[in-house]
């Protein structure tokens, strides 16, 4: 691949999830402009992920039998409508149904991973992917301070607007760079549902590399989502504060070329198991060390670092497993990966509630702790083939 597709591929997964999380920041605003409470602005970000979730599980597959640069195009110019259509809603009711066709054309990011995996050189291909998904980790993280800094200055609709024309910029882009590659599929779209259980079933790594990474981002999901109140409560932050002290999480997105040459190199599963003891360290200190803004922070890095360099040796695996299923297996991968931050947003309100920021901070420990596990049994089938098929 040129340096250049590899830039463009890195863009578009970032600008692409970064449509997920857009209105995080913005519910205030949201609440006020449709006139509704802010515990039913909320909404918006569930159902952005239910529509994230149902395009993992429906539309993703067909990234192994849609023509990918075909399906790329179509699917942006889809992305593109919905924000459109969002911008202008004139009812909460509208924008809450659009919010759903955002999240579920926005999984355009994950047909671009494992299609970058098929136009890398093998020996190569660790190291290409990383530099992709550190693309997409910076629109996670990007995403709500720049669209904090855009509703700032021209209102909330307004990231929506710009989003939308990004994603017309970046279908025309990558139709004129994306080579034509053809379906590795062509038994038909139920079929290929079909198809996905049995991955499932007969490919064990790729169960243990999405179970263990579900709880590396679950533990991920812990800690950023009770941080703004730690930070508020603890340290006296403002909103502006906060956006700030959320693009120190921008550092972890240097682990993902470092963990692809370290996967390269024949170093992943033993670099798996220390990213997980990394996650699950970063934690406790964040607990223990919580007085101190500073702490808080190489905390909230070094975990991300874990997170990002764990996410990318368990794609450079799952993808060697078959060539002509990585869309499906993406699919098996990034929909428990999704459910585990899911169940950990969901725990980490109920336990932060109760114990406050420790509770959270244990919730991910432990997560991470139980990835280590997971890990661990894959080390013994590796020792013990006859383990493998287990």
């Known amino acids: 691949m040129r340096r ?6 890195a863009v578009a997964c970032g600008l692409t999830v970064a449509n997920l999380y857009y209105s995080q920041p913005l519910l205030d605003l949201i ?33 192994d039998l849609v023509e990918n640069r075909k399906l790329t195009t179509r699917m942006l110019a889809g992305t593109a409508l919905a924000l459109l259509l969002a911008a202008l809603s004139p009812a909460y009711s509208i924008f809450l149904i659009v919010s759903v066709l955002v999240g579920v054309t926005s999984v355009v990011a994950q047909i671009l991973v494992p299609l970058a995996a098929h136009l890398a050189p093998p020996e190569q291909r660790g190291a290409l992917v990383g ?31 710009i989003s939308a024309g990004l994603m017309v910029v ?9 080579p034509v590659r053809p379906a590795d599929h062509t038994a038909g779209y139920g079929s290929l549902l079909r198809s996905v259980g049995t991955l499932v079933r007969e490919e064990p790594a790729l169960r243990r590399r999405a179970l263990s990474q579900a709880t590396m981002f679950g533990a991920f999901t812990a800690f950023w989502t009770a941080i703004g109140y730690e930070l508020i409560d603890e340290h006296g932050f403002s909103q502006g504060a906060i956006a700030v002290f959320a693009l120190i999480g921008a550092g972890g997105a240097l682990a993902a070329p470092v963990a ?13 198991g220390g990213a997980l003891l990394l996650a699950a360290l970063m934690l406790v200190l964040a ?17 991300d670092f874990a997170v990002q360099a764990h996410q990318v040796m368990s794609q450079h695996e799952i993808y060697a497993l078959r060539e002509n299923a990585r869309a499906r297996i993406n699919t098996v991968f990034m929909t428990t990966v999704f459910s585990g931050g899911a169940i950990a947003s969901a725990l980490t309100g109920a336990l932060h509630n109760r114990y406050g920021w420790t509770g959270a901070c244990v919730l991910g420990a432990t997560l991470a702790l139980i990835g280590l596990a997971v890990w ?15």
């Open 376 to 390: 661990a049994t894959g080390l013994r089938s590796t020792r013990h083939p006859a383990a493998a098929q287990a």
């Open 31 to 63: 609440a006020g402009s449709f006139h509704v409470s802010q515990g039913a602005a909320t909404v918006v970000v569930t159902l952005t992920q239910i529509g994230y979730a149902a395009g993992l599980l429906f539309l993703l597959p067909l990234g």
């Open 260 to 272: 692809g040459k370290l996967a390269d190199r024949g170093h992943g599963k033993a670099a798996s």
């Open 131 to 161: 530099k992709v998904m550190s693309g997409l980790l910076l629109g996670i993280l990007l995403a709500r301070t720049f669209s904090s800094l855009v509703a700032e200055v021209w209102g909330w609709r307004a990231i929506y607007f």
């Open 287 to 303: 607990a223990v060390g919580h007085g101190s803004v500073i702490v808080l922070a190489l905390a909230g890095i070094l975990l």
């Open 4 to 9: 250049s597709l590899v830039f463009v591929l």
């Open 170 to 178: 970046l279908a025309l882009v990558l139709r004129r760079m994306l």
